[in-house]
């Protein structure tokens, strides 16, 4: 079967550096998306990967290793208003994307 | 740019009664429009998939009769759930994307809905 693995609830402090892991097994490799979504809105994209490495974007960057089926987000300089659900999903050999369940991130003052 | 409108934002009505939803690229146009459904605390799970002019494709267990999708320009895509019950009330989410397949899908607003 296909799944997408990512934990279900994170806390960081505002200011700190929070990563935030995802590990995949899906029926071939398309890309990887990373989407955040505030409580009661739709998902809104911050990233995507393709190749293997970092992608740096502003205070988020999200690393890939596709050996591995492993990627993480990296938000940097917390700030309240990075509080929010972070969205995994992975676009299959079809083009079909499979998400994850989501990571939950609290940040406290 | 690619900005994704859903209408309306919010709709509640009785049950058994039917409720379209209508999904927008306003600056790109869509090829592929996809149709989520998010129940609170969940993922996203996928509905089903349209291309513009050719019937949707449906995902297992999900209703083709009850939700009616239709595609009929590369802008515009429309849900309706049909005889709606109070099970129905979710989060309805579409998305859109240009005519590659690996490109990004974004998202409209989403629309809850509140099955009474």
């Known amino acids: 079967g296909q799944n997408i693995d990512q934990p279900t609830e994170m806390t960081a402090t505002e200011g700190a550096i929070v990563q935030i892991n995802c590990t995949y097994q899906?029926?071939?490799?398309?890309?990887l998306f990373w989407y955040q979504q505030h409580a009661g809105e739709a998902p809104t994209f911050l990233s995507y990967n393709v190749l293997d490495g970092l992608e740096e974007k502003g205070r988020f960057s999200s690393f890939l290793s596709r050996s591995k089926g492993y990627s993480y987000l990296l938000l940097k300089e917390l700030q309240m208003k990075d509080s929010a659900s972070y969205l995994c999903a992975v676009m299959n050999s079809n083009y079909q994307l499979i998400w994850g369940a989501g990571t939950k991130l609290i940040i406290k003052p | 740019g690619a900005v994704v409108s859903q209408h309306p934002s919010w709709v509640i009505c009785k049950s058994g009664t039917s409720v379209k939803i209508e999904c927008r690229s306003l600056?790109?146009?869509?090829?592929?429009m996809f149709w989520y459904r998010q129940f609170p605390k969940q993922s996203l799970m996928l509905m089903a998939t349209s291309n513009e002019g050719s019937k949707a494709t449906y995902e297992q267990g999900v209703e083709k009769d009850k939700f009616l999708i239709n595609h009929a320009s590369l802008t515009l895509s429309t849900l309706t759930v049909t005889s709606a019950h109070p099970e129905d009330s979710s989060f309805y989410i579409c998305?859109?994307?240009?005519?590659?397949?690996?490109?990004?899908?974004?998202f409209g607003p989403g629309t809850r809905l509140l099955v009474l």
């Open positions: 600056d790109f146009q869509a090829t592929t």
């Open positions: 998305s859109a994307s240009s005519s590659d397949p690996k490109e990004t899908q974004y």
């Open positions: 899906t029926s071939g490799f398309n890309g």
